[in-house]
């Protein structure tokens, strides 16, 4: 609450300092804010504040999780199918290799 009121004090210095236009603020929006707290009964801000806090806590696990699935499906891939790419690809030039030798070899 200590910083509420140091934060509306400093808000409170910055709109004074500004012009208006039509005329003064009465409070400000911190204020205003801080008056909501009150509109709501203790459960219900509790409630809020619990669900806030599981879908931030949600969202950083779904986050870890996605980003290491991302890591281990990717490595695998890797290490599991470049050998096969790279023999298969040895075995097709060894292959084309032996077709130009023969070509070579018969066309004379």
């Known amino acids: 609450v200590g910083h509420l009121k140091f934060f509306c004090n400093i808000y409170k210095a910055v709109v004074s300092t500004q012009s208006t236009g039509d005329e003064e603020l009465e409070e400000t929006y911190m204020e205003r804010l801080i008056g909501l707290k009150e509109m709501f009964p203790p459960t219900v801000r509790t409630g809020g504040s619990l669900v806030a806090n599981t879908t931030k806590s949600s969202s950083f696990w779904l986050y ?16 599991l199918a470049l050998p096969v790419a790279i023999e298969v690809t040895q075995i097709q030039a060894a292959d084309e290799m032996k077709k130009v030798r023969q070509e070579k070899l018969f066309a004379k």
């Open 64 to 79: 870890n999780f996605v980003r290491s699935a991302i890591w281990i499906t990717t490595t695998s891939a890797i290490i």
